[in-house]
């Protein structure tokens, strides 16, 4: 499913900023064609107006001057006197500039008034037009010359502007398609690195769900099995039966009680009592309420205070305590009888640090960042039924609701400690 989502991800990413980006690349496009045209026009129109200028200031025109601006503004030109051509059959032999010219004479007297054909007049001034051929920006002019009128045809060919022009796309297009390309691969990663949380989020909850059944299946088995076993069982049996399902009741609440705490952790509705606390007062309550249960399991609990008292700490003190108490219950389930469990705390800056530590097997490098997650436990605990493999989970989340830390932590001479470290502001 999220392979299939990440790749309709990508094409949607990659359609959306290539739809964007081809609009962008097309509008700068249309603007640098247009700004290639009117560069090419202007340098056109300039040459042709120094090429009329020239023809009204000379009273004699040579062949070599004709051929000379001809290839330095790259133009072809046609002159007459009055109706007959000069050195035209010389300079434009071509049949196909001849078809042009005529072209642009009709071109220039049908659609912008200046007939080059028409009787000699007594215009003082010289009348100009432009105008563009197919191929070519065009440019006749009726010049007064001596009494007489001297007309001439001016062609640009823009063989030289398409070239431009067609250099111009293949760039952008090229442009384009690796920009496009590189969106796409960039829309793999980013969407990839979009999705891998779900897909995470996914599998854990899978595996939430599949760990939360095995453990609720596992007290209800027994429940069904004692109830089964009242109906037919002795009298004086019948307490025992009674006895096993209460307690596997009772697993059963603390199971749902906890994946409820969690539930409310995640959809950010654990609402935080929060006042000013002594968290040396808040310790010696945790202490004392532990301190005859490690008695009880031939353990020793000790608790340790700095000389100076510690700073108020304005958190939810049952939540504070509920997490001290996982930690506490959790070293008290793996360190052997005799060994000691220490409670203590110390002030860092500007954060208070709370320590449970012992000298129990120790937690793996291996296993430190997994004992937080949800229903994991070591393979040694797997048979305590206690333990559902949510305290520690809850304990963090605890810590991350007072925008706290919890941490573990090597035991000098062996065993693991943890570390809740809360702000103190």
């Known amino acids: 499913m999220f392979r299939k989502l990440h790749i309709h991800m990508t094409l949607f990413s990659t359609f959306i900023t290539g739809t964007i980006l081809v609009l962008l690349a097309s509008a700068c496009l249309v603007i640098t064609e247009s700004n290639i045209r009117q560069k090419h026009y202007t340098v056109f129109t300039n040459n042709a107006y120094s090429c009329v200028s020239h023809l009204e200031s000379q009273n004699v025109l040579s062949h070599r001057w004709i051929q000379q601006v001809e290839t330095n503004y790259n133009i072809d030109m046609q002159i007459y006197d009055g109706n007959t051509p000069l050195f035209f059959e010389q300079l434009h032999s071509k049949d196909d500039m001849k078809k042009i010219f005529e072209q ?246 500007s954060s208070v640090a709370l320590f449970v530590s012992d000298n129990g097997p120790g937690i793996p490098d291996s296993e430190k960042d997994s004992v937080f997650q949800r229903f994991y436990r070591s393979d040694t605990s797997r048979n305590d039924k206690q333990h559902f493999g949510l305290g520690l989970c809850i304990a963090k989340e605890i810590a991350l609701l007072h925008h706290g830390t919890l941490t573990i932590l090597d035991t000098p001479g062996g065993g693991a400690t943890f570390k809740l470290k809360l702000p103190l502001n």
């Open 104 to 349: 642009a004479k009709k071109e220039s007297a049908k659609n912008h008034g200046l007939n080059l054909d028409s009787p000699q007049s007594s215009q003082a001034l010289s009348k100009i037009a432009m105008f563009q051929l197919p191929g070519y920006y065009a440019c006749t002019a009726r010049i007064p010359k001596n009494g007489g009128i001297l007309n001439t045809i001016i062609l640009y060919p823009l063989d030289a502007q398409s070239k431009q022009i067609r250099t111009i796309r293949f760039v952008f297009f090229a442009a384009v398609i690796a920009a496009i390309s590189a969106l796409a691969v960039f829309s793999w990663f980013f969407t990839r690195k979009m999705i891998r949380p779900l897909e995470k989020n996914r599998k854990e909850q899978n595996a939430f769900i599949a760990a939360a059944s095995h453990e609720l299946r596992s007290p209800l088995t027994v429940i069904q099995t004692s109830l089964s076993a009242i109906s037919y069982a002795e009298p004086e049996q019948t307490e025992h039966f009674i006895s096993i399902s209460l307690d596997e009741c009772k697993r059963m609440s603390r199971l749902i009680q906890d994946m409820l705490s969690l539930s409310r952790s995640d959809n950010h509705t654990w609402i935080l009592d929060c006042t000013s606390c002594e968290m040396d007062t808040l310790l010696l309550d945790v202490y004392e309420k532990y301190e005859q249960t490690a008695r009880q399991k031939k353990k020793q609990l000790l608790i340790e205070l700095p000389e100076d008292s510690l700073p108020v700490c304005f958190c939810d003190s049952l939540k504070i305590s509920q997490a001290l108490a996982i930690l506490i219950d959790n070293a008290l389930t793996y360190v052997p009888e005799g060994g000691v469990i220490r409670l203590s705390a110390r002030q860092e800056t």
